[in-house]
């Protein structure tokens, strides 16, 4: 009976978690179409108008994605070279989710 208890437990917190997963990943998708993508493209790889004036990287580039959550963080919050800084106008839980999918868009 007591592990019978456990295993319910379980399950309903797995079930409860994982739908939040899955609307971060789907709110970061949102993020960065609303606020990333007119410079750095849908694919991350910089090829609009925008992307091509400023020189910016392709996120599939070995230089991005070797770099680690922590310094893309403090890209996107900071700003670097042309790109405005975020801090302030997104959450630091915002920051967070663009950065592991700016990771991700980088490895499609």
């Known amino acids: 009976m007591k592990n019978s208890l456990v ?3 379980a399950v309903l917190i797995i079930g409860a978690i994982t739908p939040a997963v899955a609307a971060s990943a789907s709110d970061a998708a949102a993020l960065y179409s609303s606020k990333c993508s007119i410079c750095h493209g849908a694919d991350g ?3 609009t108008a925008a992307g091509k004036a400023l020189g910016i990287h392709d ?8 770099k680690d959550d922590s310094e893309l963080q403090a890209t996107i919050g900071k700003g670097k070279n042309k790109m ?3 801090a302030g106008k997104l959450t630091d839980e915002q920051i967070q ?8 868009l980088g490895k499609k």
């Open 7 to 9: 295993i319910t437990a």
């Open 45 to 47: 790889k910089g090829a």
């Open 59 to 66: 996120y599939h580039a070995p230089e991005v994605q070797t």
């Open 84 to 86: 405005p800084s975020f």
């Open 97 to 104: 989710a663009l950065a592991t999918y700016v990771k991700e």
